[in-house]
């Protein structure tokens, strides 16, 4: 186990001999992410770092659990100096403070209506030999297990020539996540690990692709959550646990159920404010 210390927040050489002048906003934001850690004194285990290229481009695919997931999938790729290029949602951008940020960071926002700019943009940056980090299930998983996976990624590998990455994160759930309330409890323990590279075969098409990145995904969450130091308190603690290991954590189907319905009513919203908005546009026009 790691726990960040005050003296990793302040060494010269965390981002290799060379770091690239134009970063120095994400190490900042790295360094500033490391006092968290030792703050809250999470207790990391990162496996397979070893995996994640020292130069050129790849994707690293994780599954999706809590809101600081990216931290430390970033703090997995830091023993190799790669600095990961996020794909996030374009509304994070429009924030008056993480938007800079994320802007200064060569993250790419990623906006569902016009998906076709995101992926352009994560091509090009692979083959500029980044390292794009994706959540491939678009959105945290409350089930706690891997998720129907979006495609994107496995276009982007097959366009760009790059490997992916597959990887598992387990643990900062506990702290944050959807539908619980924010908890910033110490010493959690927090299991990140990186699987061998998956490099697309010539002519292989994406399902195909896709279906190796999700059974490498399943496989490296199953041994991130079996080898988990820590065990539920009591049954009042068993929420973090996914159904199939005993826990209370939703299935997967009623995950997926839950899911359709807050997805219905956003649409149900949208529809309504662009009813509104044409209703009044009539109206201002008489």
Known sequence: MYTASWRDVVRPGLFGASPDPRDKPYRFVIRIALVVFRLLRFRFDVRGSEHVPAAGGAIICSNHVSFFDFTFLGLGALPQHRLVRF???????????????????????????AGSAAFEAAVRALKDGEVVGVF?????????????LKAGAARM???????IIPAAVWGGHRVAT?????????????T???????????G????????????????????????????PAGDDDRWWQPAHLGGTAPTPSEAAAADSVRAAGRET???????????SGLLRRR
């Open 192 to 202: 990140i690990v990186f699987g061998e590279p998956i490099i697309a075969e010539p």
């Open 87 to 113: 794909m996030a949602k374009a509304a994070v951008f429009d924030h008056w403070l993480a938007g800079p940020f994320m802007r200064a960071m060569k993250h790419i926002p990623v906006d569902r209506k």
């Open 204 to 231: 292989e098409q994406i399902p195909a692709v896709l279906a190796r990145v999700r059974t490498a995904m399943e496989t490296l969450l199953d041994e991130a959550q079996r080898s988990y130091p820590d065990q």
């Open 157 to 163: 590998a097959i366009d760009s020539g790059v490997p």
């Open 269 to 279: 919203r949208t529809t309504k404010r662009t009813l509104g908005r044409r209703i």
């Open 136 to 148: 491939p299930e678009a959105t945290i998983s409350t089930s706690f297990t891997v998720k129907e």
């Open 178 to 190: 959807k539908n619980h309330k924010v908890e910033l409890r110490r010493g959690v323990p927090v």
